[in-house]
């Protein structure tokens, strides 16, 4: 237990900011002309030990003042991070260009979370870019990640957005917010590639230390820690990735910028979840080759992950003392990929299909479903949710597997008695359709956060929704087909 700092909770440190001068750079906060507080994440905040008393006008102006960086915590050093990273296989130097770290809150319970303004204003990795966000792709991501976390899935999350009383130009003038993220760390595979590029050993261990103490700890004194950290980067990533699939995620943009080494998702741009399932489902507009479409998921994640132990080697070298040996040993951790994915993904799907037992055919009666749900441009959520009500077969293309399946269910110990309470456990009745958020968002815009609200409210209980809810559980009308998202955050 660590005790807060000071009577209103805040107790920042500042470890990534301690690294050496390479690996950040200071950037100032822009003064914003009128910040004003749009969402507050109540709960998040409670379990950072932030429990504001919310809704008083002087409370809220206050927090607006801190999501926007006008106010910063005690012990808050803003800095941007450096990193690199392949974008569309494309390595590239990048860097934090509109975003602020202000510190790690150190929780309660003990746990650290990065604390990072997106949005705050240029810094010296900005490039052209105004270092701006506008207030639709912030209210989105707090959708989003709010929803993943609510799902079980490893996330980022967000605890505020405050827009700042400034235009921007995103297809016309938009207006201008900030969103308050928090995350185990903000480190990625393209942070170890710039470390490794930075050509100094000493300074690459620093970073891999770094992020060892922060999510490996018990790595520490290990002498090959290099490589059993990749090991460890290489499972938490395969199962993160194992469970978008079970909920039809579409990350879209997995350049090696937006992996973290946490195995949390992270930066939620042209993202979305699956309706009617295509496994070749793409949503970004620029992704025009399908590089990271659903069902290329996971073969992205390894390429990533080998730039991962391409910018390690130099370590796993140093300890090995051979260089074909630790090419070896990288190739060995990373081949550990497809296994776990593997496991997890059944794992995932067995749940979906109310199964506990294992057996060897259960994949083939994964697979068939979801061929028939292509097939039959079957809702991905719906249909595995129907799957716990007493529902006939919803269709005579279907009727040879619900015989299998039902078949299966009869082996279990239970004989499928329990199998709707487990499937409701699985399987989400509410996801953030792309219909609805595009709602929810436009009428934010126009000034009208009531919708915004309603679909969060129903976002954090997926498993159990409620009448108020039905209309938010339906997939989009035909006209919605074809939706892509625009990386123009
Ligand atoms: P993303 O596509 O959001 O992962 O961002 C890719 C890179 O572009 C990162 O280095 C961002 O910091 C940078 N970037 C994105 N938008 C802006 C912006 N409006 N101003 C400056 N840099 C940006
Ligand atoms: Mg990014």
Redesign the pocket.
Known sequence: MTAPADPSGWNLRATYAALPDPFWERAEPARFPAPELVAWNAPLAESLGLAFPAGEPERRAHLARFATGAWLPPGAVPIAQA?A?H?YGHGTM??????ILIGEQVSPAGESFDLHLKGAG?TP???R?????ALGPMLREFLVSEAMHALGIPSTRSLAVATTGEMIPRDGLKRGAVLVRTAASHIRVGTFEYAAALGDRTLLERLTDHAIARHDPDLTAEADRAALFLGRVVLRQARTIARWQSVGFVHG?M?T??MAVSGETI?Y?PCAFIDAFDPESVFSSIDRHGRYRYSQQPAIAQWNLARLAESLLPLMIAHEGDEALAVDRANELLGAFPAEHGRAWIQCFRAKLGLVAEERDDAALVRDLLAWMHAAKADFTSTFRALAEPSPVPDASRAEWDARWRARLARESDAGCSAPARMRAANPAVIARNHRVEAALAAAEAGDLAPFEALLAALRRPFAPTAADAALREPPPPEFCGYRTF?G?
């Open positions: 990193y990273g974008q990048l860097g934090d260009g509109r975003a240029q990795f900005s490039r870019g105004d270092g701006r966000a943009v350049n910028d937006n930066d741009g990386c955050t």
